[in-house]
Protein backbone atom coordinates (compact mmCIF):
# COMPACT_ATOMS: atom_id res chain seq x y z
CA UNK A 1 0.00 0.00 0.00
CA UNK A 2 0.91 3.58 -0.95
CA UNK A 3 -0.17 6.99 0.11
CA UNK A 4 0.26 9.45 -2.70
CA UNK A 5 0.15 13.40 -3.00
CA UNK A 6 0.43 15.59 -6.18
CA UNK A 7 3.39 17.49 -5.97
CA UNK A 8 5.36 18.90 -9.32
CA UNK A 9 2.34 17.85 -11.72
CA UNK A 10 2.88 14.64 -10.67
CA UNK A 11 1.31 12.00 -8.61
CA UNK A 12 4.20 10.72 -5.96
CA UNK A 13 4.15 8.34 -2.83
CA UNK A 14 3.64 10.30 -0.02
CA UNK A 15 4.59 7.20 2.06
CA UNK A 16 5.17 3.36 1.78
CA UNK A 17 4.16 0.46 4.09
CA UNK A 18 6.66 -2.06 5.01
CA UNK A 19 5.46 -4.36 2.10
CA UNK A 20 5.84 -1.64 -0.60
CA UNK A 21 9.38 -0.43 0.69
CA UNK A 22 10.47 -3.96 0.39
CA UNK A 23 9.59 -3.85 -3.22
CA UNK A 24 11.79 -0.97 -3.53
CA UNK A 25 9.10 1.50 -3.20
CA UNK A 26 9.96 4.82 -1.45
CA UNK A 27 8.49 8.31 -0.82
CA UNK A 28 9.36 10.54 -3.71
CA UNK A 29 8.69 8.45 -6.81
CA UNK A 30 5.70 9.15 -9.05
CA UNK A 31 3.21 6.49 -8.88
CA UNK A 32 3.34 6.21 -12.78
CA UNK A 33 6.96 4.53 -11.88
CA UNK A 34 5.76 2.72 -8.54
CA UNK A 35 2.74 1.10 -10.93
CA UNK A 36 5.81 -0.32 -13.37
CA UNK A 37 7.45 -1.54 -10.50
CA UNK A 38 4.75 -3.07 -9.04
CA UNK A 39 1.27 -3.29 -10.70
CA UNK A 40 -1.27 -4.68 -8.36
CA UNK A 41 -0.45 -1.57 -5.87
CA UNK A 42 -2.89 -0.47 -3.48
CA UNK A 43 -3.14 3.07 -3.63
CA UNK A 44 -4.76 5.73 -1.58
CA UNK A 45 -4.54 9.92 -0.84
CA UNK A 46 -2.20 10.75 1.47
CA UNK A 47 -4.30 12.82 4.41
CA UNK A 48 -1.90 14.48 6.62
CA UNK A 49 -4.37 15.87 8.86
CA UNK A 50 -5.34 12.56 9.75
CA UNK A 51 -2.11 11.52 10.21
CA UNK A 52 -0.89 14.41 12.76
CA UNK A 53 -4.54 14.29 14.13
CA UNK A 54 -3.38 10.05 15.02
CA UNK A 55 0.28 11.05 16.16
CA UNK A 56 -1.18 13.43 18.76
CA UNK A 57 -3.74 10.32 19.73
CA UNK A 58 -0.30 8.53 20.49
CA UNK A 59 1.47 11.33 22.07
CA UNK A 60 -1.51 11.50 24.34
CA UNK A 61 -1.19 7.90 24.82
CA UNK A 62 2.48 7.77 25.45
CA UNK A 63 1.84 10.44 28.32
CA UNK A 64 1.82 7.19 30.71
CA UNK A 65 5.00 6.58 30.52
CA UNK A 66 6.39 10.25 31.03
CA UNK A 67 5.48 13.79 30.91
CA UNK A 68 7.88 15.17 28.46
CA UNK A 69 6.79 14.37 24.89
CA UNK A 70 7.27 15.98 22.20
CA UNK A 71 6.02 15.96 18.08
CA UNK A 72 9.37 14.60 16.23
CA UNK A 73 8.39 16.03 12.63
CA UNK A 74 5.17 14.80 11.02
CA UNK A 75 6.18 10.76 12.06
CA UNK A 76 7.91 10.80 15.60
CA UNK A 77 8.23 11.45 18.94
CA UNK A 78 9.96 12.40 21.48
CA UNK A 79 10.67 11.29 25.09
CA UNK A 80 12.63 12.74 27.99
CA UNK A 81 12.43 9.69 30.11
CA UNK A 82 15.03 10.76 32.79
CA UNK A 83 14.15 9.90 36.18
CA UNK A 84 11.06 7.50 34.66
CA UNK A 85 13.07 4.33 33.56
CA UNK A 86 13.45 3.10 37.29
CA UNK A 87 9.39 3.14 37.03
CA UNK A 88 9.08 0.72 34.49
CA UNK A 89 11.84 -1.66 35.71
CA UNK A 90 15.11 0.21 33.94
CA UNK A 91 15.32 1.98 30.33
CA UNK A 92 15.39 -1.67 28.95
CA UNK A 93 11.66 -2.68 30.37
CA UNK A 94 10.28 0.37 29.68
CA UNK A 95 11.42 0.20 25.93
CA UNK A 96 10.06 -3.12 25.66
CA UNK A 97 7.37 -2.45 27.13
CA UNK A 98 6.50 0.98 25.53
CA UNK A 99 6.80 -0.97 21.93
CA UNK A 100 4.42 -3.88 23.12
CA UNK A 101 1.81 -1.30 24.19
CA UNK A 102 1.99 0.15 20.73
CA UNK A 103 1.40 -2.83 18.69
CA UNK A 104 -0.75 -4.24 21.14
CA UNK A 105 -3.06 -1.05 19.58
CA UNK A 106 -2.02 -1.49 16.27
CA UNK A 107 1.08 0.68 15.85
CA UNK A 108 4.75 -0.46 14.52
CA UNK A 109 7.27 1.73 16.16
CA UNK A 110 10.88 1.41 16.62
CA UNK A 111 12.68 3.10 19.41
CA UNK A 112 16.22 3.93 20.65
CA UNK A 113 17.21 5.24 24.14
CA UNK A 114 20.61 7.50 24.12
CA UNK A 115 21.98 10.59 25.68
CA UNK A 116 20.63 13.04 23.50
CA UNK A 117 17.11 13.68 21.46
CA UNK A 118 19.48 13.90 17.96
CA UNK A 119 21.24 11.11 18.43
CA UNK A 120 18.29 8.78 19.03
CA UNK A 121 16.38 10.43 16.06
CA UNK A 122 19.24 9.71 13.69
CA UNK A 123 19.46 6.14 14.55
CA UNK A 124 15.77 5.03 14.65
CA UNK A 125 15.17 6.75 11.62
CA UNK A 126 18.39 4.88 10.45
CA UNK A 127 16.38 1.78 11.16
CA UNK A 128 18.44 1.03 13.98
CA UNK A 129 17.16 0.35 17.62
CA UNK A 130 17.87 -0.41 21.24
CA UNK A 131 19.82 1.33 24.18
CA UNK A 132 23.22 3.34 23.66
CA UNK A 133 25.32 2.84 26.36
CA UNK A 134 26.39 6.58 28.29
CA UNK A 135 29.10 7.87 26.24
CA UNK A 136 28.75 6.11 23.38
CA UNK A 137 26.41 8.00 20.97
CA UNK A 138 29.77 8.82 18.98
CA UNK A 139 30.41 5.61 18.24
CA UNK A 140 26.49 4.45 17.39
CA UNK A 141 26.27 7.06 14.60
CA UNK A 142 29.64 6.90 12.80
CA UNK A 143 28.22 4.76 9.97
CA UNK A 144 25.58 6.48 9.91
CA UNK A 145 25.01 8.17 6.50
CA UNK A 146 25.51 12.77 6.66
CA UNK A 147 21.60 13.07 6.01
CA UNK A 148 21.12 11.74 9.49
CA UNK A 149 22.37 15.25 10.95
CA UNK A 150 19.00 17.02 10.39
CA UNK A 151 20.65 19.37 7.82
CA UNK A 152 19.07 20.65 4.30
CA UNK A 153 19.57 18.72 1.16
CA UNK A 154 22.23 21.66 -0.36
CA UNK A 155 25.30 20.71 2.71
CA UNK A 156 24.37 17.13 2.22
CA UNK A 157 25.55 17.05 -1.10
CA UNK A 158 28.07 19.58 -0.47
CA UNK A 159 29.94 16.94 1.73
CA UNK A 160 28.61 14.02 -0.50
CA UNK A 161 31.00 15.89 -2.86
CA UNK A 162 33.70 16.51 -0.37
CA UNK A 163 33.86 12.60 -0.23
CA UNK A 164 32.53 13.15 3.53
CA UNK A 165 29.59 10.81 3.55
CA UNK A 166 28.96 9.30 6.99
CA UNK A 167 29.12 11.11 10.54
CA UNK A 168 32.04 9.56 11.28
CA UNK A 169 33.92 11.37 8.55
CA UNK A 170 32.73 14.75 9.54
CA UNK A 171 33.85 14.00 13.14
CA UNK A 172 37.04 13.57 11.50
CA UNK A 173 37.61 16.54 10.32
CA UNK A 174 39.04 19.87 12.10
CA UNK A 175 35.57 21.62 12.86
CA UNK A 176 36.85 25.56 11.32
CA UNK A 177 36.63 24.49 7.73
CA UNK A 178 33.55 22.78 8.18
CA UNK A 179 31.85 26.07 10.14
CA UNK A 180 33.45 28.21 7.60
CA UNK A 181 32.18 26.36 4.41
CA UNK A 182 28.35 24.82 5.53
CA UNK A 183 28.03 27.22 9.01
CA UNK A 184 28.17 26.42 12.39
CA UNK A 185 24.96 24.92 12.63
CA UNK A 186 26.33 21.70 10.74
CA UNK A 187 29.01 21.82 14.13
CA UNK A 188 26.12 22.45 16.81
CA UNK A 189 23.91 19.34 14.95
CA UNK A 190 27.27 16.68 14.84
CA UNK A 191 27.56 18.03 18.29
CA UNK A 192 24.05 16.78 19.75
CA UNK A 193 24.05 14.12 17.05
CA UNK A 194 27.18 12.42 18.74
CA UNK A 195 26.03 12.88 22.49
CA UNK A 196 28.64 16.25 23.40
CA UNK A 197 25.92 18.88 23.29
CA UNK A 198 22.91 18.16 24.89
CA UNK A 199 19.70 19.91 24.21
CA UNK A 200 16.71 19.92 26.13
CA UNK A 201 13.44 19.02 24.32
CA UNK A 202 10.21 21.19 24.15
CA UNK A 203 7.25 19.00 25.17
CA UNK A 204 3.92 19.63 23.70
CA UNK A 205 2.26 20.11 27.40
CA UNK A 206 3.64 22.05 29.94
CA UNK A 207 5.19 19.90 32.65
CA UNK A 208 2.99 19.59 35.94
CA UNK A 209 3.79 20.96 38.96
CA UNK A 210 3.00 17.89 40.99
CA UNK A 211 1.93 14.27 39.82
CA UNK A 212 -0.18 11.78 41.84
CA UNK A 213 -1.02 8.46 40.00
CA UNK A 214 -2.80 5.31 40.28
CA UNK A 215 -1.96 2.14 38.14
CA UNK A 216 -4.08 -0.84 38.07
CA UNK A 217 -3.55 -4.16 36.14
CA UNK A 218 -7.43 -4.57 36.24
CA UNK A 219 -9.10 -1.59 34.01
CA UNK A 220 -11.69 0.98 36.03
CA UNK A 221 -14.88 1.73 34.72
CA UNK A 222 -17.42 2.27 37.54
CA UNK A 223 -18.04 5.77 38.56
CA UNK A 224 -17.72 5.21 41.87
CA UNK A 225 -14.03 3.47 41.74
CA UNK A 226 -13.14 6.68 39.65
CA UNK A 227 -14.04 8.98 42.26
CA UNK A 228 -12.89 7.41 45.03
CA UNK A 229 -9.32 7.42 42.58
CA UNK A 230 -9.72 11.07 42.50
CA UNK A 231 -9.96 11.49 45.97
CA UNK A 232 -6.96 9.45 47.21
CA UNK A 233 -5.02 11.22 44.54
CA UNK A 234 -6.25 14.76 45.65
CA UNK A 235 -4.70 13.47 48.94
CA UNK A 236 -1.41 12.54 48.00
CA UNK A 237 -1.47 16.30 45.94
CA UNK A 238 -2.38 17.80 49.36
CA UNK A 239 0.82 16.83 51.12
CA UNK A 240 3.17 17.41 48.17
CA UNK A 241 1.87 20.93 47.89
CA UNK A 242 1.86 21.42 51.86
CA UNK A 243 5.62 20.53 52.03
CA UNK A 244 6.15 22.97 49.26
CA UNK A 245 4.20 25.69 50.97
CA UNK A 246 2.01 25.80 47.81
CA UNK A 247 -1.18 25.91 46.84
CA UNK A 248 -3.05 25.07 43.43
CA UNK A 249 -4.79 27.17 41.25
CA UNK A 250 -5.43 24.70 37.59
CA UNK A 251 -5.61 20.81 38.17
CA UNK A 252 -6.24 18.27 35.63
CA UNK A 253 -7.22 14.60 35.96
CA UNK A 254 -6.01 12.42 32.99
CA UNK A 255 -7.81 9.05 32.30
CA UNK A 256 -5.73 6.80 30.61
CA UNK A 257 -7.80 4.19 28.27
CA UNK A 258 -6.97 0.36 28.19
CA UNK A 259 -7.32 1.20 24.56
CA UNK A 260 -4.87 3.98 24.18
CA UNK A 261 -7.10 6.77 24.17
CA UNK A 262 -6.88 9.68 26.85
CA UNK A 263 -9.98 11.95 28.59
CA UNK A 264 -9.08 14.62 30.57
CA UNK A 265 -11.10 17.05 32.72
CA UNK A 266 -9.43 20.31 34.07
CA UNK A 267 -10.40 22.56 37.44
CA UNK A 268 -9.28 25.88 38.18
CA UNK A 269 -9.73 27.46 41.65
CA UNK A 270 -10.35 31.24 42.33
CA UNK A 271 -7.37 31.05 44.62
CA UNK A 272 -4.64 28.93 45.48
CA UNK A 273 -5.45 25.67 47.16
CA UNK A 274 -4.70 22.28 48.62
CA UNK A 275 -7.87 21.04 50.17
CA UNK A 276 -8.44 17.45 49.09
CA UNK A 277 -12.18 17.74 49.95
CA UNK A 278 -12.41 20.82 48.14
CA UNK A 279 -11.24 19.33 45.44
CA UNK A 280 -13.04 16.26 45.39
CA UNK A 281 -16.31 18.04 45.75
CA UNK A 282 -15.40 20.22 42.42
CA UNK A 283 -14.80 17.16 40.51
CA UNK A 284 -17.26 15.27 41.88
CA UNK A 285 -19.91 18.27 40.55
CA UNK A 286 -17.53 18.61 37.12
CA UNK A 287 -18.65 14.79 36.04
CA UNK A 288 -22.18 15.83 37.19
CA UNK A 289 -22.39 18.15 35.08
CA UNK A 290 -20.88 15.95 32.22
CA UNK A 291 -23.65 13.80 30.10
CA UNK A 292 -20.30 10.86 29.41
CA UNK A 293 -17.81 12.14 31.46
CA UNK A 294 -14.89 10.68 30.54
CA UNK A 295 -16.32 7.70 28.56
CA UNK A 296 -14.41 4.63 30.06
CA UNK A 297 -14.69 2.33 27.42
CA UNK A 298 -13.11 -0.89 28.33
CA UNK A 299 -11.83 0.93 31.87
CA UNK A 300 -9.12 3.02 32.45
CA UNK A 301 -5.35 1.39 33.79
CA UNK A 302 -4.01 5.01 35.07
CA UNK A 303 -6.12 7.95 36.51
CA UNK A 304 -3.56 10.64 37.00
CA UNK A 305 -4.10 13.86 39.06
CA UNK A 306 -1.75 16.95 37.74
CA UNK A 307 -1.39 20.32 39.24
CA UNK A 308 -0.80 22.81 36.36
CA UNK A 309 -0.29 25.64 37.72
CA UNK A 310 0.88 26.26 41.75
CA UNK A 311 0.97 29.94 43.76
CA UNK A 312 2.49 30.05 46.94
CA UNK A 313 0.01 29.84 50.04
CA UNK A 314 0.45 30.51 53.46
CA UNK A 315 -1.75 29.56 56.29
CA UNK A 316 -4.54 32.13 56.57
CA UNK A 317 -5.47 33.84 59.66
CA UNK A 318 -8.71 33.98 60.98
CA UNK A 319 -9.29 38.45 61.69
CA UNK A 320 -11.82 39.17 64.61
CA UNK A 321 -14.74 40.33 62.08
CA UNK A 322 -14.02 37.01 60.10
CA UNK A 323 -13.51 38.54 56.66
CA UNK A 324 -10.75 36.12 55.65
CA UNK A 325 -13.60 33.51 56.59
CA UNK A 326 -15.54 35.33 54.04
CA UNK A 327 -13.47 36.04 51.10
CA UNK A 328 -12.75 31.73 51.60
CA UNK A 329 -16.55 31.08 51.04
CA UNK A 330 -16.73 33.65 48.66
CA UNK A 331 -13.56 31.85 46.05
CA UNK A 332 -15.41 28.18 46.77
CA UNK A 333 -18.81 29.93 45.36
CA UNK A 334 -17.12 31.26 42.45
CA UNK A 335 -15.17 27.41 41.72
CA UNK A 336 -18.58 25.51 42.36
CA UNK A 337 -20.29 28.32 39.67
CA UNK A 338 -17.29 27.91 37.20
CA UNK A 339 -17.25 24.25 37.19
CA UNK A 340 -20.65 24.25 36.43
CA UNK A 341 -21.38 27.13 34.07
CA UNK A 342 -17.74 27.42 33.19
CA UNK A 343 -15.10 29.56 34.11
CA UNK A 344 -15.69 32.31 30.98
CA UNK A 345 -19.70 32.58 32.83
CA UNK A 346 -18.41 33.74 36.00
CA UNK A 347 -17.85 37.44 36.56
CA UNK A 348 -17.83 40.14 39.08
CA UNK A 349 -17.88 43.74 39.33
CA UNK A 350 -14.86 45.74 39.67
CA UNK A 351 -15.21 49.61 40.50
CA UNK A 352 -13.90 52.07 38.24
CA UNK A 353 -12.69 55.60 39.01
CA UNK A 354 -15.58 57.61 37.37
CA UNK A 355 -18.45 59.15 38.64
CA UNK A 356 -20.25 58.28 35.22
CA UNK A 357 -23.24 55.37 37.05
CA UNK A 358 -22.63 53.58 33.52
CA UNK A 359 -19.22 53.27 33.79
CA UNK A 360 -19.01 53.43 37.19
CA UNK A 361 -18.04 49.21 37.46
CA UNK A 362 -17.01 46.71 35.17
CA UNK A 363 -17.53 43.13 34.64
CA UNK A 364 -14.18 41.21 35.07
CA UNK A 365 -13.39 36.92 35.47
CA UNK A 366 -14.35 36.05 39.02
CA UNK A 367 -11.51 33.79 39.12
CA UNK A 368 -8.81 36.34 38.02
CA UNK A 369 -9.54 39.65 38.44
CA UNK A 370 -7.24 41.85 37.13
CA UNK A 371 -4.68 42.83 39.76
CA UNK A 372 -4.90 46.50 41.08
CA UNK A 373 -2.60 47.68 43.69
CA UNK A 374 -4.70 48.82 46.69
CA UNK A 375 -3.32 52.37 46.88
CA UNK A 376 -4.64 52.67 42.90
CA UNK A 377 -8.36 50.46 43.45
CA UNK A 378 -11.21 53.06 43.53
CA UNK A 379 -13.51 52.70 46.01
CA UNK A 380 -17.21 51.74 45.13
CA UNK A 381 -19.74 55.07 45.46
CA UNK A 382 -21.79 53.12 48.45
CA UNK A 383 -18.55 53.85 50.41
CA UNK A 384 -19.07 57.79 50.27
CA UNK A 385 -22.55 57.68 51.63
CA UNK A 386 -24.57 57.57 47.65
CA UNK A 387 -25.99 54.24 47.28
CA UNK A 388 -26.70 52.79 43.96
CA UNK A 389 -29.29 50.63 42.64
CA UNK A 390 -28.76 47.40 41.86
CA UNK A 391 -30.37 47.33 38.71
CA UNK A 392 -29.81 49.82 36.25
CA UNK A 393 -31.51 50.68 32.49
CA UNK A 394 -28.80 50.47 29.81
CA UNK A 395 -29.86 53.27 28.26
CA UNK A 396 -32.05 55.19 30.84
CA UNK A 397 -35.49 54.67 30.23
CA UNK A 398 -37.83 58.36 29.90
CA UNK A 399 -40.57 59.00 32.00
CA UNK A 400 -42.68 61.72 32.10
CA UNK A 401 -42.19 64.04 35.16
CA UNK A 402 -43.70 66.89 37.05
CA UNK A 403 -41.21 68.72 39.25
CA UNK A 404 -40.50 72.10 41.00
CA UNK A 405 -38.85 74.17 38.84
CA UNK A 406 -35.53 74.80 38.36
CA UNK A 407 -34.00 72.27 41.03
CA UNK A 408 -36.65 70.72 42.63
CA UNK A 409 -37.60 67.11 43.02
CA UNK A 410 -40.20 65.36 40.83
CA UNK A 411 -43.67 65.45 42.59
CA UNK A 412 -45.14 62.80 39.94
CA UNK A 413 -44.31 60.67 36.97
CA UNK A 414 -45.30 58.57 34.15
CA UNK A 415 -43.46 55.35 33.79
CA UNK A 416 -44.43 52.25 31.44
CA UNK A 417 -48.08 54.03 31.73
CA UNK A 418 -48.60 53.68 34.94
CA UNK A 419 -48.77 57.33 37.26
CA UNK A 420 -46.62 57.27 40.26
CA UNK A 421 -46.82 59.95 42.99
CA UNK A 422 -44.07 60.71 44.51
CA UNK A 423 -43.94 60.27 48.71
CA UNK A 424 -40.40 60.88 49.26
CA UNK A 425 -37.29 62.19 47.74
CA UNK A 426 -34.11 63.02 48.06
CA UNK A 427 -31.31 64.69 46.10
CA UNK A 428 -30.61 66.18 44.03
CA UNK A 429 -27.18 64.60 43.12
CA UNK A 430 -25.44 66.60 40.65
CA UNK A 431 -23.00 64.31 38.47
CA UNK A 432 -21.58 66.53 35.58
CA UNK A 433 -20.22 64.83 32.07
CA UNK A 434 -16.74 63.55 31.86
CA UNK A 435 -16.07 66.68 29.09
CA UNK A 436 -12.31 64.90 28.14
CA UNK A 437 -14.41 62.07 27.04
CA UNK A 438 -15.56 62.25 23.24
CA UNK A 439 -18.37 59.67 23.76
CA UNK A 440 -21.87 59.99 24.74
CA UNK A 441 -23.62 58.82 26.85
CA UNK A 442 -21.64 60.67 29.58
CA UNK A 443 -18.93 62.20 27.53
CA UNK A 444 -18.13 65.80 26.17
CA UNK A 445 -21.49 67.33 25.06
CA UNK A 446 -23.69 65.67 27.23
CA UNK A 447 -26.06 67.17 29.72
CA UNK A 448 -25.22 67.80 33.20
CA UNK A 449 -27.83 65.29 35.32
CA UNK A 450 -29.46 65.81 38.77
CA UNK A 451 -30.07 62.19 40.34
CA UNK A 452 -33.04 61.82 42.78
CA UNK A 453 -33.91 58.78 44.45
CA UNK A 454 -37.42 58.74 45.22
CA UNK A 455 -40.01 56.32 47.01
CA UNK A 456 -43.63 56.28 45.65
CA UNK A 457 -46.82 55.80 48.01
CA UNK A 458 -46.87 52.15 46.92
CA UNK A 459 -42.97 51.82 48.57
CA UNK A 460 -40.91 51.06 45.36
CA UNK A 461 -37.66 53.27 45.16
CA UNK A 462 -36.50 54.76 41.95
CA UNK A 463 -33.15 56.40 40.77
CA UNK A 464 -34.61 59.00 38.41
CA UNK A 465 -32.63 61.83 37.06
CA UNK A 466 -33.10 65.22 35.39
CA UNK A 467 -31.08 65.89 31.69
CA UNK A 468 -30.21 69.35 31.32
CA UNK A 469 -31.28 72.31 33.41
CA UNK A 470 -34.91 74.46 33.15
CA UNK A 471 -32.95 77.61 32.97
CA UNK A 472 -30.29 76.78 30.48
CA UNK A 473 -31.31 75.27 26.81
CA UNK A 474 -28.97 73.25 24.38
CA UNK A 475 -25.75 75.52 23.39
CA UNK A 476 -25.27 75.96 19.23
CA UNK A 477 -23.14 72.97 18.09
CA UNK A 478 -23.16 71.08 21.41
CA UNK A 479 -24.30 67.33 21.00
CA UNK A 480 -28.23 66.48 21.92
CA UNK A 481 -28.86 65.08 25.08
CA UNK A 482 -31.17 62.00 25.19
CA UNK A 483 -34.56 62.94 24.78
CA UNK A 484 -33.26 66.54 22.80
CA UNK A 485 -32.94 65.22 19.72
CA UNK A 486 -32.85 68.45 16.92
CA UNK A 487 -36.53 69.49 16.47
CA UNK A 488 -37.91 67.92 19.36
CA UNK A 489 -37.67 70.02 22.69
CA UNK A 490 -34.35 71.63 24.11
CA UNK A 491 -36.03 71.46 27.81
CA UNK A 492 -35.06 68.67 30.23
CA UNK A 493 -35.91 65.16 30.22
CA UNK A 494 -36.28 63.04 32.85
CA UNK A 495 -35.34 59.61 33.16
CA UNK A 496 -35.44 56.37 35.37
CA UNK A 497 -31.88 55.22 35.07
CA UNK A 498 -32.67 52.27 38.14
CA UNK A 499 -34.57 50.28 40.62
CA UNK A 500 -33.63 50.20 44.34
CA UNK A 501 -34.39 47.07 46.11
Not at 6 to 33: E, F, H, I, M, S
Not at 90 to 104: P, V
Not at 133 to 157: D, N, Q, S, Y
Not at 391 to 399: A, G, I, K, S
Request: charged share 30%.
Amino acid sequence: MVFVKKAQNALRLAAVDRAARRCGLAPGLTLADARARVPDLAVVDHDPVADAAFLERIADDCDRWTPLVALDGTDGLVLDITGCAHLFGGEADMRARLLAHLKGHGVGAGAVVAGTPDAARALVRAGAGGIVAPGGEAAAVAGLPVARLGIGEAAVTGLSRAGLKTIGDLAARPGTPLAARFGMELLVRLARTQGLEDVRIVPRRPLPAAIAERRFPEPIARAEDIEATLGLLADDLALMLEARGEGGRAFEASFFRADGAVRRLTVETARPSRDSRALRRLYRERLDTLADPVDPGFGFDLVRLAVLRAEPLTPAQVSLDGRAVEEEEVAALIDRLAVRLGRERVLRFLARDTHDPDRASTLVPAADPPAIPSARRPAPARAEGRPRPLTLFDPPQPVEALAEVPDGPPLRFRWRRVVHEVARAEGPERIAPEWWRDWRPMGEGAPTRDYYRVENREGRRFWLFRAGFYERGRAPGREPAPGHEEGISDAPRWFVHGLFP
